[in-house]
């Protein structure tokens, strides 16, 4: 089955500087790619998300990066504000199986 | 509209008791997914169904574990026998499948404590 590997695990980042959190897959089938914000107590949230027929995508101060042929991708996050803080999910989806498969988290804290 | 709802929102029962956890999703969904989250970890994938049928139970860590969707909408995760390893935040999740894309919005979770 798939699996997702995501670094780091805790990130702290300036206010105003950026962060990456960067995800690798084993499956090649997988083939679509979203990104999901947890906050504490609540439920994870899309951010953004990529095909994989695409290789960046961005939302104003998010964006995503995907590279089929290493089997990694990355998220972005330029200008950090304090409500960026949270637990940043990446996951694989596979069409053929229809299984979303989630990273183990990152914990991003901005530091005022 | 309404998004992905779970009932109840908080769950404490003690081992060996039967609990049942609800999921309604949104209106016009036609894939219904269960996952668990462990405290610091990634939700992990418990069961799908498109429409009423289960297309994969894989992620059922055993035979206690139990969902239904009779009508295709509302489903019901049915755990017996809990333990105290079943522990965690339920989350429910479903996506209007499309062949180009595979959203799901998630609801808000049932945080069960079993003691």
């Known amino acids: 089955g798939e699996n997702v590997e995501q670094h780091p695990s805790t990130l702290s980042v300036q206010e105003g500087d950026s962060a990456v959190i960067k995800c690798t897959y084993s499956?090649?089938?997988?083939?679509?790619f979203p990104w999901y914000k947890q906050e504490l107590g609540k439920r994870p949230q899309l951010i953004i998300d990529?095909?994989?027929?695409?290789g960046e995508k961005k939302d104003q101060r998010i964006a995503v990066t995907l590279n089929k042929t290493a089997k990694h991708f990355s998220l972005h996050i330029t200008e950090t504000q304090p409500e960026d803080s949270a637990v940043y999910f990446c996951?694989?989806?596979?069409?053929?199986?229809?299984?979303?498969?989630f990273g183990t988290g990152t914990r991003l804290t901005i530091i005022p | 509209g309404a998004g992905v709802s779970q009932t109840p929102s908080n769950k404490v029962t003690e081992k060996g008791k039967y609990v049942e956890l609800r999921c309604d999703p949104i209106s016009g969904h036609t894939a219904l997914y269960w996952y668990r989250q462990s405290l610091g970890q990634g939700p992990e994938f418990l069961i799908y169904f498109q429409g009423t049928g289960a297309a994969d139970d894989s992620g059922l860590p055993n035979d206690r574990f139990f969902a239904v969707r009779p009508e295709g909408s509302v489903s019901t995760l049915k755990i017996q026998r809990t333990e105290r390893g079943d522990s965690a935040v339920y989350l429910c999740?479903?996506?209007?499948?499309?062949?180009?894309?595979?959203?799901?919005?998630f609801g808000p979770g049932t945080r069960l404590l079993v003691l």
């Open positions: 996951a694989a989806y596979n069409f053929g199986n229809e299984k979303l498969t």
């Open positions: 499956d090649s089938a997988s083939n679509y």
């Open positions: 990529i095909r994989s027929n695409v």
């Open positions: 999740a479903s996506s209007f499948r499309t062949d180009s894309q595979e959203t799901q919005y």
